[in-house]
């Protein structure tokens, strides 16, 4: 199957310039959990001088000067930094690299921020010109954000949507019916032609952004059967589950399959389904 007819249709290659206002710069922390590792975002408008960081990443120092030579060599400066979520692989750097960059940090999460100001629904962030909108989405983490850059007809997704393959429902924080929702907020961008492509937290960018979105509920719905059906078959305990409903997925990816299947379940108890 080549790359033109996967979900999504993502791009040959992570890293680099990825639209007019947006370049990655890819984290050196691969693992089947991170993919090709986590894309750290520099966006600026191309006339400024300013620039936004959003998820420096894990606290690996080489990989945060990096980020900080990327801008220097556009003539930028990084301004502000912002999270898309907490996970150590895209949180962890954040406080290293608001020192080297004199830069608050804005998260949901009050625990995360650097600085007087949080991030919310609806917010809209204007640096240099820039403009970003904050879009709730819930379900990965409880504390999940996307940021629309109107300019490009794109967003970025953290783990709400990857570059390749699916997320976690990362329960107990995670939960599924939350998830969906954002999935369909994210649908809903799209269908208007709002956003095209999504710049995701890990693997390539994806140029089919309204594919990519209806390929994840349509895993989403996939998966919930089997798991009800593996639960009718006598399979009850989340580990019993997975080994019925992953197995053609690496062993080592179960525990994180794990999480999702105990978010699936909880899904269907509250639905009335089990």
């Not at 996967?6 to 206002?21: E, K």
């Not at 490009?152 to 599924?176: K, M, N, Q, S, W």
């Not at 349509?218 to 798991?227: F, K, M, N, P, T």
Request: aromatic share 4%; glycine share 10%.
């Amino acid at each position: 199957m080549t790359a033109a007819i996967l979900p999504g249709a993502p791009q040959p290659s992570v890293g680099g310039p990825a639209t007019a206002r947006a370049v990655c710069v890819l984290a050196p922390n691969p693992s089947p959990m991170t993919l090709d590792g986590t894309n750290t975002w520099l966006v600026c408008e191309p006339d400024s001088d300013l620039a936004v960081a959003i998820d420096p990443g894990p606290r690996d120092e080489t990989h945060l000067r990096n980020v900080l030579a990327v801008a220097e060599s556009m003539g930028k400066r990084v301004a502000l930094t912002l999270l898309t979520h907490g996970h150590p692989d895209h949180a962890a750097g954040a406080a290293r690299f608001a020192e080297l960059t004199r830069s608050n940090v804005r998260a949901l999460d009050p625990a995360l921020r650097l600085g007087d100001e949080g991030l919310a629904a609806g917010d809209v962030i204007s640096t240099g010109g820039l403009e970003l909108r904050v879009v709730p989405t819930p379900g990965h983490t409880a504390d999940s954000l996307c940021f629309q850059l109107p300019a490009d007809r794109a967003v970025l997704t953290g783990d709400t949507v990857l570059g390749r393959g699916t997320t976690v429902v990362a329960h107990p924080d995670g939960r599924l019916g939350d998830y969906l929702d954002s999935l369909r907020r994210l649908r809903a961008l799209t269908a208007d032609g709002a956003v095209e492509t999504i710049l995701p937290g890990h693997g390539p960018v994806l140029s089919d952004a309204r594919g990519a979105v209806e390929y994840y509920l349509a895993h989403r719905a996939h998966r919930l059967a089997q798991v009800e059906t593996a639960v009718e078959q006598g399979h009850t305990t989340p580990a019993q589950v997975v080994a019925q409903v992953y197995a053609d997925v690496d062993r080592g990816l179960w525990p994180a399959a794990e999480l999702s299947v105990r978010a699936q379940l909880d899904y269907l108890r509250e639905h009335g389904l089990i």
